[in-house]
T-cell receptor
């Protein structure tokens, strides 16, 4: 079945560091990818929607200069957390839509646990 | 406002028992409803997806129901196993282009021996 690979799965770094997270669709092309953030015992919160070849659409309250998204190909999207601080520590999950339209399956990566010291 | 409410928030059951999780939504216009299983520290994995015209869908020991009139769904787990311990998330999609999915907060299920 469709697989979304997310890398790295776990990052620990110092405050002020920039961290890049990769999201790849392994056996399908994903025109649209999504980036979510999840705090402990909370549901997934959409951060941004990324369309291949165009600028990402950010949800209200998400700083686009803080969370840089690049979707350069149909199988790869990246999220860069710039100058990360302890409050950015969270579980980041990407997902990729297999096809177009609201009925198409949306497959999730296994997430990246980001810990900023 | 599009919302998805799940109950109970958490549930503990004995291995081998059945359980039912509930989901109410106000998303409109409705397109489809999905149930996901999320193990701790992992991404969500799809269990079922149902459109407006579907009342029930099964995936092994998981059976989802949908009542589009009352805007309610349930996920029934039969003969629970320890590996069923996870968060179960109800997700609703609106029938309009790239409208984001609306996530419930999930039900945390713990199956104990």
């Amino acid at each position: 079945g469709a697989v979304v690979s997310q890398h790295p799965s776990w990052v620990i770094c110092k405050s002020g560091t920039s961290v890049k997270i990769e999201c790849r669709s392994l056996d399908f092309q994903a025109t649209t990818m999504f980036w979510y953030r999840q705090f402990p015992k909370q549901s997934l919160m959409l951060m941004a929607t990324s369309n291949e070849g165009s600028k990402a659409t950010y949800e209200q309250g998400v700083e686009k200069d803080k969370f840089l998204i690049n979707h350069a190909s149909l199988t790869l999207s990246t999220l860069t957390v710039t100058s990360a601080h302890p409050e950015d520590s969270s579980f980041y999950i990407c997902s990729a839509r297999d096809g177009t339209g609201p009925y198409q399956p949306q497959h999730f990566g296994d997430g990246t646990r980001l810990s900023i010291l | 406002k599009n919302q998805v409410e799940q109950s109970p928030q958490s549930l503990i059951i004995l291995e081998g028992k059945n359980c039912t999780l509930q989901c109410n939504y106000t998303v409109s216009p409705f397109s489809n409803l999905r149930w996901y299983k999320q193990d701790t520290g992992r991404g969500p994995v799809s269990l079922t997806i149902m459109t407006f015209s579907e009342n029930t869908k099964s995936n092994g020991r998981y059976t989802a129901t949908l009542d589009a009139d009352t805007k309610q769904s349930s996920l029934h787990i039969t003969a629970s196993q320890l590996s069923d311990s996870a968060s179960y998330i109800c997700v609703v999609s609106a029938r309009s282009g790239n409208t984001p999915l609306v996530f419930g907060k999930g039900t945390r299920l713990s199956v104990i021996a």
